[in-house]
């Protein structure tokens, strides 16, 4: 093996630094005593008090979680059955349109998403909420779901599946038993995405929500659009905290599943 | 009887388990994602009024038995009309294209040097760069204006170590938009290049170097020509949703900063212009397609 050249070190320092210092200046920041973001005022949690009597912010947090829970459930439903279909159901018809329709929302740009999908809702008559975002949510949603249960089913050893059905279990039970807690570390995975994807979304959330139904991101970004502020330093270091936190455990509880079926 | 016994297993035939368990994603997809579509081509064929909706009805009936049809071009001819719309979309391909190749030089670099540390660190480090990519987009942009701005940390720190004297102007200008979308963008194009980088074979390169190939010379006849699959699913990844993309220009462009997601935007929540504002979208879609096409196929391949 060639030795590690200079080259790739300075590329990964410079690399990291570059993904990294952002991050760590705005967490860094969310406890400066000062309200100047570019003068350092010594130690302090007040702009964390200060959250919490922002009522605003407290209710688009209790919006925004609920959005993101209910639609990475039934997104995590729908893509992974969608997964299924598209790994294990060989030749259907009409399987290239479901294939575009699965992958093109992912790179479909932000806004053609959120203006098309509005515009059926109001054709449709329903009223602009939590259940609009949260419908909206769960379309974009099941297609990361579907494409990470994609490619766990690409190393998936079908044989198994066969040895259950020749001993005569039913296809269903054969999910249920054998598929299912299998492919259980990728569902969560794609629960976990949904989830952070669904807390992360302004632009869609900005077009299909209505009165009462502003989430955390839309909340944010009216107050970015006002200046920057330690409030929204100390809020965005308890959204990264809290994702940080979520990308731990489900590494360490990949990790041991690995470890078990070995 | 007879009859009846082949509907009937007409209808077994349709409503069987398969069929059931593929048309509930099918069914949800059609009507959320690819009928709000038509939609949108319908309305930005509709005139715009001061209602709710506001815009005019496809059809109407009158006294006569068939709908009268309203449907006209006119929110399509504005956009032609007016060269700010041209000159959004121009300037929006240009933008997408200039960051997606510094995205892919930046990316390269990074998941080639991954790719080929050696293996126990590699895990640790692919996750080092998803990390980030996890964590809220909105922040990460946010993140960049309190170091962009003119009294912000990069020029304090450039100006503490003498390095100039007088504030740089980043903050509202296009230079800080590509930085925001080669920062935010980075992991989509890392993760296609490394999952190819690392997979390569490596007694390829061994051969070029044995028969007298200067290292750089095999990575570009060799390395690059290899990696090919994943440079282009990285640049469909970062240019097809850079050419609508809206935060970044919004909060890190300036006013001249034009890009269409920006101006579909502003049709949409300011001007309240739904008939044009579906116009920009229909015309992004159209320019968008044949690269989503190519993605998709890409990405079909690689699951095979």
Redesign the interface.
Known sequence: MKKYGNFNIFALIVGFSFLYIPIILLILFSFNESRLVTVWGGFSTKWYGELMNNQGIKDAAWVTFKVAFVSSTVATFLGTIAGLVMSRFGKFGGRTLFSGMIYAPMVMPEVILGLSILLTFITLSIDRGVLTVTLAHITFSMCYVSVIIQSRMSSYDESINEAALDLGCTPLRTFLLITFPIILPAIISGWLLSFTMSLDDLVIASFTSGPGSTTLPMKIYSMVRLGVTPEINAVSTILVGLVALGVVTASIIGKRQKQQTI | MDTKDKKHNFLKRIFN???A??S???L???L??????V??LK?SLAQPIIAM?PYTPLFSWGDSLWPKIQAGLDSYLFLFSDSLYIKAYLSSIKIATISTILTLI?GY??A???A???KRWRGI?L??????F???????V??????L?T???LN?ALMTIGIIDKPLIIMNTDLAVYIGIV?SY?PFMILPLYANLEKMDMSLLEAAADLGCRPIKTFWSVTIPLSMPGIMAGC??VF??V?????IPD?LGGTKTLMI?KV??GE??YNRD?PV??AV?II??LL?VV???L??KS??KA??
Not at chain 2, 127 to 132: A, D, E, F, N
Not at chain 2, 134 to 140: P, Y
């Open positions: 388990g398969r069929n368990v593929i509930i994603p099918y949800w997809l059609l959320l994602f690819l009928f709000p579509f939609i949108v309305i909706p930046v670099a990074i080639y040097s991954i080929r540390a050696p480090l996750m080092l760069v998803i990390l980030p996890w964590t809220s987009f909105l922040i990460r946010y993140a960049w204006i309190g170091i701005k009294e912000g940390l304090l920062y980075l469909f990844l097809i949703p050419v609508g993309e809206f935060v909060l997601g579909l935007w949409f929540f739904w504002a579906s979208a992004m879609l968008l690269p989503i096409i993605y998709q990405q079909e699951m095979k």
